[in-house]
């Protein structure tokens, strides 16, 4: 009898692997809970509401997990409301990013070797973060070392993720300062710490005198009250002297274009958010006729969507090693699922606090056992 090669060995290991994956799923569907709680959502704008639901079947490509927590994000907020552009189809389960571990594979290379593993995850499935089940696809998941718990790792990728591309876009300006509003964010406090700590100085947009000493202690030096009577002049001043080019915008209206006209000529702002519920306004016609100036949106779904596999691999690598340094959350709150809209309320008047995490604590007791 002809003797296998190690190619045909791993391939029918892979195989018994995959039907081993497909077997846990099998049992785990006949056996096991069908029902979940969730977050649901009928339609854009409407009221979510917790109710129970079946739980979900991966496709191939793709992962369920069982999810510890899950923290309520802006765009989560926005999506909520109608204002964020997703493939999500109505009705859904928001909830865009979180942590838990992988229970099953759909099918696919990547999705059987993160099989009872714990992951942090992005999810743009029908079946988000929002649920005590999630379905998320396998190159999504960030396998998590030992040292870090999934309360921990469940905010890895919308605002670390973002932090890390943005400063790649500051660089690719070659500018050694960039300005940015609503600096008091989990978002913002994260870019002080990582820009920092990269050479690149940040000026902080703030709105209250009263954040001033948090934005200290995470090393920011540059601050500036938009409230302030001042405050362009200020604004003016810092970026002239300091050559920032770059200006990152997470509030939208008039603000925006009063900050880039008192910007350097060629400065670009990247509005990435829309936090003042407001169109993006005040953009002199003169800045970008004569002075090359730009206003252009910043989504990091489709920045990473222009990095190729490898280039995201490696973004990732340094995402891990930063979660809990410099891209570290806050976390102000937790609450169980059943809490779902009074976390969300606690989270729009308090976001400078830190993050509210969701938690499914009727089932941490079974997955920890």
Request: charged share 20%.
């Amino acid at each position: 009898m002809k003797s296998q090669s190690k190619q045909e060995i791993r391939i029918l290991e892979i195989i018994q692997e995959e039907q081993l994956c497909l077997k846990i799923h099998i049992y785990f569907n006949i056996n096991m809970q069908t029902q979940m709680r969730a977050v649901v959502l009928e339609g854009p704008g409407q009221e979510a509401v917790v109710k129970e639901i079946p739980i979900p079947t991966p496709q191939s490509g793709q992962v369920l997990i069982k999810v510890d927590s899950a923290p309520i994000n802006p765009s989560d907020i926005a999506f909520l409301h109608g204002a964020y552009s997703s493939g999500k189809q109505f009705p859904c389960v928001p909830g865009f990013e979180g942590s838990g571990t992988v229970i099953a594979n759909g099918g696919g290379i990547m999705g059987w070797r993160l099989v009872g593993k714990r992951v942090a995850f992005y999810s743009q499935s029908q079946f988000g973060t929002y649920g005590e089940y999630s379905v998320a696809d396998a190159l999504g998941c960030l396998e998590l070392d030992n040292d870090i718990t999934l309360q921990e790792a469940c905010c890895s990728f919308v605002n670390p993720l973002t932090v890390i591309s943005m400063l790649e876009v500051a660089k690719e300006h070659k500018t050694q300062a960039v300005v940015h509003t609503a600096a008091a964010s989990q978002l913002g406090r994260m870019m002080i710490r990582h820009f920092q700590a990269n050479g690149v100085r940040v000026i902080n947009i703030i709105r209250r005198d009263a954040q001033v000493d948090m934005l200290k202690k995470e090393g920011a030096d540059i601050i500036l009250n938009q409230s302030d009577a001042d405050f362009i002049e200020k604004l003016k001043n810092v970026t002239q002297t300091l050559r920032a080019t770059v200006f990152f915008d997470a509030l939208g209206g008039e603000l925006t274009g009063q900050i880039l006209e008192a910007m350097p000529n060629h400065s670009t702002c990247y509005v990435y958010g829309g936090l003042s519920l407001k169109p993006v306004g005040n953009v002199s016609i003169m800045d970008l006729i004569f002075k090359d100036k730009k206003v252009v949106g910043f989504w990091l779904t489709s920045y990473l969507k222009t990095k190729n596999i490898i280039s995201q691999a490696l973004l990732l690598k340094q995402l891990k090693g930063l979660l809990k340094t410099n891209l570290k959350t806050i976390v102000a709150k937790t609450v169980d699922v059943s809490e779902f809209k009074e976390g969300l309320e606690y989270y729009k008047k308090n976001m400078s606090e830190g993050k509210v995490l969701i938690r499914y604590e009727k089932n941490q007791q079974s997955i920890q056992q």
